[in-house]
């Protein structure tokens, strides 16, 4: 099932509900159809598959993203543990810029987050050893790497925890100015 979490953004983050096959063996669920994604905006083909895991509770990363040529689409599936995910809209011409979605994804759950091309993206883990898995549709290039602060009050982002760890990089992005623009 696809939710558009911003449901007059309709080329905004969408929810994926994965629904397993379970049996007596265990379970077998899809993690990526470029048909189904290529219905909701998936630009092209995978480009990068990168595995994180984050060890404690509390924990952010983020928030990220690459500038163009680069920009990038995501799919983002949790694969153990549970995350409060955020995607924040950076589009320059968008009517809901800098305006959030979050929502739980959890391996339990067998939920995941498609993020198009201009959010930045961000989670937080809400329980002890989460892995994700994420799809990208551009590889990654440092030249474009930029981010947003989790903790800029032009955002107004609540992370449903206190922030326990995050690194030096990420806690240093730069705050948005007064008038909307990045530093």
Not at 96 to 109: D, F, I, N, P, T
């Amino acid at each position: 099932m696809l939710t558009p979490l911003m449901p007059d953004q309709p080329d905004g983050p969408v929810l994926v509900e994965r629904k397993p096959f379970v049996d007596e063996r265990g379970a077998f669920a899809r993690i990526f159809c470029a048909d189904t994604l290529r219905h909701i905006g998936w630009p092209g083909p995978v480009a990068q598959i990168n595995h994180s895991r984050t060890d404690k509770a509390g924990t952010l990363r983020g928030l990220h993203y690459q500038r163009p040529p680069h920009a990038e689409a995501k799919l983002v599936v949790c694969i153990r543990g549970a995350v409060h995910d955020v995607a924040v809209d950076i589009r320059e011409s968008s009517p809901a810029r800098y305006r959030h979605v979050g929502v739980k994804l959890s391996a339990e759950a067998g939920t995941a987050i498609y993020i198009p091309q201009g959010f930045a993206h961000g989670f937080q883990a809400l329980t002890d050893d989460v892995e994700l898995i994420y799809i990208h549709s551009a590889a990654y290039n440092p030249a474009c790497e930029a981010g947003l602060r989790h903790d800029d009050p032009a955002l107004g982002i609540l992370w449903p925890l206190p922030v326990t760890g995050i690194s030096a990089r990420d806690a240093e992005h730069p705050m948005i100015d007064p008038a909307g623009q990045r530093p």
